[in-house]
């Protein structure tokens, strides 16, 4: 994994735990660059992937403690439409892995977020993507 990324995220988290918000936004918009250049160049899918999906995470999780659940949902969103475009494309069985296993992971992240706050900010398409069958699979998969 980048050095670079991994001090943008460790900072990025060092200012969420001391609950200055703005810093970590900073930090992890950052990161969340740094992941998706080293993705265009890298030949390892598992941590291109899971570099990009951190950073979103950590970008979503910051806007829920600031109480900024349609901005956590807008990345949210972002992530799960990258993954989806990832998988729709011809990539070699262990890009397509390490895609599933982010993908799984953002709508996980979806599931605990709609536990806390039922009314999210989603169009009807995409809610029936990441809640209907194709979400609910995918979660059940993870629970299992």
């Known amino acids: 994994m980048n050095n670079t990324w991994k001090t943008l995220t460790k900072d990025g988290n060092d200012a969420f735990d001391l609950c200055d918000h703005f810093s970590a936004e900073m930090k992890y918009i950052a990161a969340l660059e740094v992941a998706k250049h080293d993705f265009q160049y890298t030949s390892k899918p598992d941590d291109a ?3 990009v999906i951190v950073s ?3 970008l979503a999780d910051n806007y829920i403690e600031m109480k ?3 901005q956590a949902t807008t990345f949210l969103l972002q992530a799960f439409r990258a993954m989806e475009h990832l998988e729709q494309r011809t990539l070699p069985d262990d890009w397509k892995h390490a895609c599933f296993q982010g993908k799984r992971r953002i709508v996980e992240a979806f599931w ?4 806390h706050h039922p009314d999210l900010p989603l169009c009807e398409k995409c ?9 609910h699979e995918m979660a059940h998969q993870t629970l299992h």
């Open 127 to 135: 809610y029936a993507k990441i809640f209907g069958t194709e979400g």
């Open 56 to 58: 979103y995470l950590n």
């Open 112 to 115: 605990a977020l709609k536990k």
């Open 68 to 70: 900024m659940i349609e």
């Open 49 to 51: 992937v899971s570099q």
